[in-house]
């Protein structure tokens, strides 16, 4: 189905994602060793989030049949990929080490309670739980890092932008004279680069408070 709005929005939403990721990307190769599979494990996030934007804008622009691939990417946007953002934001405020063996330990736990609430018919319910927590891990996050006002802020304004996004906007309908999930883009479009800015802050807090200091 052509509609123009929707593949504007789709479209600046997967360029600002995949932006994300390289960045993230080019962080994981500057990183040590120990931080490099926490690192992967946001580009992984990010580029989760710019594929399922680029078949968005594939299936509301020139109207390729790839519905089914839009619908299951994003699912896996919000029910991984954000969720294993916001674990990468409680590991480094926590000052945790995990290695690539933990990361593929939470990538699969993600994979095996989805199919759970699939199977179990609470499919809705387990959404909803999963995004409150996800916001809940970016709050948390920032608020170990406390007096530090800069990443507290990055974590108030992009978890303000997805709450308002996924409990208020959502994606069906209208708001106004805008499709709700052009509205629902848009708002993403904003949190993102926020919650990009919120990781780069706790590494670069995390890396000044444990370098040597004369």
Known sequence: MLQPSTFISDGLLALV???????????????????????????????LTASA?????????????????H???????????????????????????????????????????FELARQAGVMEHYRMVLNLLTLGLLLYASALRW?????LAYALSSVGLLALAGLWVGTRGTLGPFYSVDVFHALLILAYPLILALLLRLSQVDATELSPRG
């Open 147 to 151: 007096p530090e006002k800069r990443a």
């Open 17 to 47: 994602c995949a932006a994300c990721a390289v960045l993230a990307l080019r962080q994981q190769s500057r990183q040590a060793s120990d931080r490099q599979p926490l690192w992967f494990s946001v580009f992984l996030g990010f580029a």
């Open 53 to 69: 934007a680029t078949l968005g804008a594939l299936r509301y622009g020139p109207g390729l049949d790839v519905a089914q691939a």
């Open 71 to 113: 619908s299951w990417l994003s699912q896996a946007s919000s029910l991984l990929g954000l969720p294993l953002i916001a674990l990468a934001a409680l590991v480094l405020g926590r000052r945790w080490t995990w290695e690539k063996s933990s990361w593929g330990r939470a990538v699969l736990g993600f994979c095996a309670f």
